[in-house]
Protein backbone atom coordinates (compact mmCIF):
# COMPACT_ATOMS: atom_id res chain seq x y z
CA UNK A 1 0.00 0.00 0.00
CA UNK A 2 1.07 4.08 0.05
CA UNK A 3 1.24 5.80 2.74
CA UNK A 4 0.58 9.33 3.20
CA UNK A 5 3.33 11.78 3.08
CA UNK A 6 2.10 15.26 4.28
CA UNK A 7 4.52 18.11 2.21
CA UNK A 8 4.23 21.70 3.52
CA UNK A 9 4.72 22.25 -0.21
CA UNK A 10 2.01 20.72 -1.80
CA UNK A 11 -0.26 22.02 0.24
CA UNK A 12 0.94 25.67 -0.66
CA UNK A 13 0.54 24.79 -3.90
CA UNK A 14 -2.60 23.25 -3.31
CA UNK A 15 -4.99 25.21 -1.57
CA UNK A 16 -4.86 28.53 -3.64
CA UNK A 17 -5.45 26.71 -6.24
CA UNK A 18 -8.38 24.07 -5.52
CA UNK A 19 -9.90 27.38 -3.56
CA UNK A 20 -10.13 28.94 -7.28
CA UNK A 21 -11.34 25.78 -8.86
CA UNK A 22 -14.04 25.81 -6.58
CA UNK A 23 -15.27 29.27 -6.52
CA UNK A 24 -15.30 29.26 -10.21
CA UNK A 25 -17.66 26.12 -10.37
CA UNK A 26 -20.18 26.67 -8.08
CA UNK A 27 -21.97 29.89 -6.44
CA UNK A 28 -22.17 29.10 -3.33
CA UNK A 29 -20.72 26.34 -0.41
CA UNK A 30 -23.40 26.45 2.36
CA UNK A 31 -22.77 24.12 5.52
CA UNK A 32 -26.45 23.05 6.82
CA UNK A 33 -25.46 22.97 10.71
CA UNK A 34 -23.16 23.65 13.35
CA UNK A 35 -20.31 21.44 13.28
CA UNK A 36 -20.46 18.35 15.96
CA UNK A 37 -18.20 18.68 19.01
CA UNK A 38 -16.09 15.77 19.17
CA UNK A 39 -13.59 14.86 22.03
CA UNK A 40 -10.22 16.55 21.67
CA UNK A 41 -8.62 13.02 22.88
CA UNK A 42 -11.07 11.05 20.47
CA UNK A 43 -9.95 9.73 16.53
CA UNK A 44 -12.11 10.85 14.42
CA UNK A 45 -13.66 8.93 11.14
CA UNK A 46 -15.39 10.93 8.61
CA UNK A 47 -17.62 9.15 6.15
CA UNK A 48 -18.86 11.18 2.91
CA UNK A 49 -21.21 10.41 0.63
CA UNK A 50 -19.75 9.96 -3.12
CA UNK A 51 -21.97 11.54 -5.90
CA UNK A 52 -18.94 12.50 -7.83
CA UNK A 53 -15.61 13.40 -9.61
CA UNK A 54 -15.56 16.73 -6.97
CA UNK A 55 -16.14 14.57 -3.80
CA UNK A 56 -12.44 14.74 -2.65
CA UNK A 57 -11.78 18.30 -2.99
CA UNK A 58 -15.17 18.86 -1.45
CA UNK A 59 -14.54 17.31 1.75
CA UNK A 60 -10.91 18.63 1.68
CA UNK A 61 -12.48 22.40 1.21
CA UNK A 62 -14.98 21.49 4.10
CA UNK A 63 -12.34 20.09 6.90
CA UNK A 64 -9.81 22.87 6.34
CA UNK A 65 -12.43 25.16 7.16
CA UNK A 66 -14.47 23.40 10.23
CA UNK A 67 -12.14 21.04 12.09
CA UNK A 68 -8.23 21.68 13.05
CA UNK A 69 -6.83 18.28 12.45
CA UNK A 70 -4.36 16.64 10.12
CA UNK A 71 -6.17 15.04 7.23
CA UNK A 72 -5.50 11.78 5.93
CA UNK A 73 -7.97 10.09 2.68
CA UNK A 74 -8.29 6.67 1.84
CA UNK A 75 -8.07 6.37 -2.06
CA UNK A 76 -8.20 3.66 -4.54
CA UNK A 77 -4.44 2.32 -4.93
CA UNK A 78 -4.64 2.69 -8.83
CA UNK A 79 -5.88 6.22 -8.70
CA UNK A 80 -3.46 7.17 -6.15
CA UNK A 81 -0.43 6.03 -8.45
CA UNK A 82 -2.18 7.90 -10.84
CA UNK A 83 -2.72 11.14 -9.36
CA UNK A 84 0.70 10.94 -6.75
CA UNK A 85 0.68 14.50 -5.48
CA UNK A 86 -2.27 13.80 -3.39
CA UNK A 87 -0.17 11.63 -1.37
CA UNK A 88 1.80 14.60 -0.35
CA UNK A 89 -1.72 16.39 1.19
CA UNK A 90 -2.25 13.52 2.97
CA UNK A 91 -4.00 10.82 0.37
CA UNK A 92 -3.11 6.93 0.89
CA UNK A 93 -4.29 3.60 -0.80
CA UNK A 94 -6.24 0.95 -1.01
CA UNK A 95 -6.46 -2.03 -3.47
CA UNK A 96 -9.79 -3.95 -2.76
CA UNK A 97 -8.63 -6.56 -4.63
CA UNK A 98 -5.72 -7.29 -2.88
CA UNK A 99 -6.24 -9.13 0.46
CA UNK A 100 -3.09 -8.23 1.45
CA UNK A 101 -3.61 -4.44 0.93
CA UNK A 102 -6.86 -4.40 2.56
CA UNK A 103 -4.94 -6.02 5.73
CA UNK A 104 -2.11 -3.22 5.65
CA UNK A 105 -4.50 -0.12 5.08
CA UNK A 106 -6.83 -1.32 8.06
CA UNK A 107 -3.95 -1.60 10.10
CA UNK A 108 -2.38 1.87 9.04
CA UNK A 109 -5.99 3.02 9.36
CA UNK A 110 -6.44 2.29 13.20
CA UNK A 111 -2.64 3.71 13.81
CA UNK A 112 -4.13 6.73 11.91
CA UNK A 113 -7.11 6.70 14.66
CA UNK A 114 -5.28 6.30 17.72
CA UNK A 115 -4.00 9.52 17.17
CA UNK A 116 -6.45 12.18 18.05
CA UNK A 117 -4.70 14.74 16.12
CA UNK A 118 -5.58 13.24 12.96
CA UNK A 119 -8.81 13.07 10.61
CA UNK A 120 -9.40 10.28 8.70
CA UNK A 121 -12.13 10.08 5.75
CA UNK A 122 -13.39 6.48 3.87
CA UNK A 123 -16.14 6.88 1.53
CA UNK A 124 -18.17 4.21 2.79
CA UNK A 125 -20.42 3.33 -0.77
CA UNK A 126 -17.05 2.74 -2.08
CA UNK A 127 -17.93 3.77 -5.43
CA UNK A 128 -20.07 6.89 -6.95
CA UNK A 129 -24.01 6.97 -6.63
CA UNK A 130 -26.28 9.19 -7.65
CA UNK A 131 -27.64 11.45 -4.24
CA UNK A 132 -31.41 10.70 -4.65
CA UNK A 133 -30.64 6.62 -4.51
CA UNK A 134 -32.14 4.43 -2.27
CA UNK A 135 -31.52 1.83 -0.92
CA UNK A 136 -27.57 3.05 -0.88
CA UNK A 137 -24.95 0.47 -1.35
CA UNK A 138 -23.17 1.20 1.85
CA UNK A 139 -20.15 -1.53 2.07
CA UNK A 140 -19.71 -3.31 5.32
CA UNK A 141 -15.89 -2.80 4.79
CA UNK A 142 -15.94 0.03 6.84
CA UNK A 143 -15.79 -2.30 10.03
CA UNK A 144 -12.47 -4.25 9.63
CA UNK A 145 -11.39 -0.54 10.26
CA UNK A 146 -12.72 0.10 13.18
CA UNK A 147 -11.77 -3.80 14.86
CA UNK A 148 -9.28 -3.86 17.25
CA UNK A 149 -8.67 0.38 18.32
CA UNK A 150 -7.19 0.58 21.44
CA UNK A 151 -9.91 3.72 22.23
CA UNK A 152 -13.28 4.34 20.90
CA UNK A 153 -13.11 6.66 17.38
CA UNK A 154 -15.77 8.90 16.66
CA UNK A 155 -17.57 8.48 13.41
CA UNK A 156 -19.08 11.15 11.64
CA UNK A 157 -21.22 11.02 8.65
CA UNK A 158 -21.22 13.97 5.92
CA UNK A 159 -22.98 14.80 2.90
CA UNK A 160 -22.82 16.51 -0.04
CA UNK A 161 -25.37 17.29 -2.31
CA UNK A 162 -24.75 19.40 -5.75
CA UNK A 163 -27.95 21.82 -6.32
CA UNK A 164 -28.70 24.47 -9.28
CA UNK A 165 -30.76 27.40 -8.01
CA UNK A 166 -31.30 30.58 -9.94
CA UNK A 167 -27.87 31.11 -10.69
CA UNK A 168 -25.60 29.45 -13.76
CA UNK A 169 -23.31 28.04 -11.16
CA UNK A 170 -25.03 25.26 -8.95
CA UNK A 171 -24.67 25.49 -4.80
CA UNK A 172 -22.99 22.91 -2.96
CA UNK A 173 -24.91 21.38 0.38
CA UNK A 174 -23.51 20.32 3.03
CA UNK A 175 -24.11 18.61 6.21
CA UNK A 176 -22.47 16.80 9.33
CA UNK A 177 -24.87 13.77 10.75
CA UNK A 178 -24.97 12.08 14.00
CA UNK A 179 -21.94 11.31 15.33
CA UNK A 180 -21.31 7.33 16.47
CA UNK A 181 -18.62 5.59 18.81
CA UNK A 182 -16.41 2.88 16.71
CA UNK A 183 -18.01 0.34 19.67
CA UNK A 184 -21.49 0.94 18.21
CA UNK A 185 -21.02 0.27 14.66
CA UNK A 186 -18.86 -2.64 15.24
CA UNK A 187 -22.12 -3.99 17.82
CA UNK A 188 -24.65 -3.39 15.22
CA UNK A 189 -23.37 -1.40 11.81
CA UNK A 190 -27.48 -1.45 11.02
CA UNK A 191 -26.89 2.25 13.15
CA UNK A 192 -24.13 3.56 10.68
CA UNK A 193 -26.14 3.33 7.91
CA UNK A 194 -29.57 4.78 9.55
CA UNK A 195 -27.48 7.64 10.12
CA UNK A 196 -25.43 7.95 7.00
CA UNK A 197 -29.00 7.53 5.25
CA UNK A 198 -31.20 9.92 7.41
CA UNK A 199 -28.05 12.81 7.61
CA UNK A 200 -28.47 12.09 3.36
CA UNK A 201 -31.94 13.31 3.89
CA UNK A 202 -31.87 15.96 6.24
CA UNK A 203 -29.44 17.32 3.71
CA UNK A 204 -32.11 17.22 1.04
CA UNK A 205 -34.57 18.70 2.98
CA UNK A 206 -32.40 21.52 4.11
CA UNK A 207 -31.26 22.58 0.45
CA UNK A 208 -34.37 22.35 -0.99
CA UNK A 209 -35.38 24.65 1.21
CA UNK A 210 -32.38 26.66 1.27
CA UNK A 211 -31.59 26.35 4.67
CA UNK A 212 -28.17 26.75 5.97
CA UNK A 213 -26.27 28.47 8.67
CA UNK A 214 -23.36 29.50 6.95
CA UNK A 215 -22.09 29.98 3.27
CA UNK A 216 -18.00 28.60 3.14
CA UNK A 217 -17.43 30.62 0.50
CA UNK A 218 -17.73 34.47 2.30
Not at 95 to 104: H, R, Y
Not at 130 to 138: N, Q
Request: proline letters at 5%; a positive charge; hydrophobic letters at 40%.
Amino acid sequence: MIKAEHKRWARILFNPYINRLLRKSFSNLYLVNEIPRVPEGSGLLITPNHISWWDGFFIDYLLRQTINRKLYLMMLESSLRRYWFFQKLGAYSIDPGNPLSIVQTARYTRELLGDSRNMVVTYPQGEIEPFEKRPLSVKDGLQIFLKNLKEDAVILPTGFKIQYQDEKKPAVYCRFGKELKSSEVLGDYSLFIKSFTDNLDQLSSAANEQNFTTDLFT
